[in-house]
């Protein structure tokens, strides 16, 4: 059973949300400004602007599975007795393990 959230881990989420934040908005920063000294961005900022870009969608991906997987109950599914290799090799060569 998954324990319910506590106020460490929203203020977690959130800290960990506003420097995500923080460092795309400073590197679109840096490529404005690099931007608006040339007509065209360097290769410098377009691998600057790649990399943030693409780690705020794995992170948003990443979030968006986890909740999908944690939200979703485990199948029930009823108890079964062990395929008969397993007994066999739970039992041991000299047959059933005696009760302790």
């Given at each position: 059973?998954?324990a319910?959230?506590?106020?460490q881990?929203?203020v977690?989420?959130?800290?960990a949300?506003?420097?995500?934040?923080?460092?795309?908005?400073?590197?679109v920063?840096a490529a404005v400004a690099e931007?608006?000294?040339n007509?065209n961005?360097?290769?410098?900022?377009t691998?600057?602007?790649?990399?943030?870009?693409g780690?705020?969608?794995?992170?948003?991906a990443?979030?968006v599975?986890?909740?999908r997987v944690?939200?979703?109950?485990?199948?029930?599914?009823?108890p079964?007795?062990?395929?008969?290799?397993e007994?066999k090799a739970?039992?041991?060569?000299?047959g059933p393990?005696?009760?302790?």
């Open positions: 059973m998954k319910p959230p506590t106020s881990g929203f977690a989420l959130i800290l949300v506003g420097v995500s934040c923080a460092l795309v908005a400073l590197a920063a931007a608006s000294q007509l961005l360097s290769e410098g900022a691998s600057l602007l790649s990399t943030a870009f780690a705020v969608i794995g992170a948003v990443t979030y599975g986890t909740t944690s939200s979703d109950p485990p199948a029930q599914t009823p079964s007795e062990p395929p008969a290799s007994a739970a039992d041991g060569p000299a393990n005696p009760a302790p």
